[in-house]
C-alpha cells in the first residue's frame, strides 16, 4: 500500500509520542510533501470515517497538550489492520484523484 516513490524520503526517529501514536516520520520539507501525497480526505469525511469504522468520536478541538495527552490516552487504538481498513476506506473518498 505504501507508494513506491517515497524511496528518497529519509526516516527519523519517532515522535515524542511514540509509546502512544503509530506514526512514521519523515524528513521532507513542507513545500515538497504535497508530490508525495496520494490520499487526501477532507477532517469531516476521516471523522465520519472513525466513527463509522470503529464507533470512536473524536472531539473538534483540542485546547492544550495535556487536552491531547488525555485524548490520545483515552482513544480507541488502531492495530496495523484497522488502519488498512481505514486507508481502504478513504481511498473512496480521495480528494486527489
Known amino acids: ?44 469525511d476521516a471523522r465520519t470515517l472513525i466513527e463509522k469504522l470503529y464507533k470512536t468520536t473524536l472531539p473538534n478541538r483540542i485546547y492544550d497538550i495535556e487536552d491531547a495527552k488525555r485524548i490520545i490516552e483515552e482513544t480507541k487504538k488502531m492495530d496495523i489492520l484497522s488502519c488498512e481498513v481505514f486507508y481502504i476506506e478513504a481511498m473512496k473518498l480521495n480528494l486527489k484523484k
Open 1 to 44: 500500500m505504501v507508494p513506491k516513490d517515497v524511496s528518497d524520503l529519509k526516516l527519523l526517529a519517532p515522535n515524542r509520542r511514540v509509546k502512544t501514536e503509530l506514526e512514521v516520520v519523515f524528513n521532507v520539507k513542507p513545500e515538497d510533501y504535497d508530490k508525495y501525497v496520494h490520499l487526501e480526505i477532507s477532517v469531516d
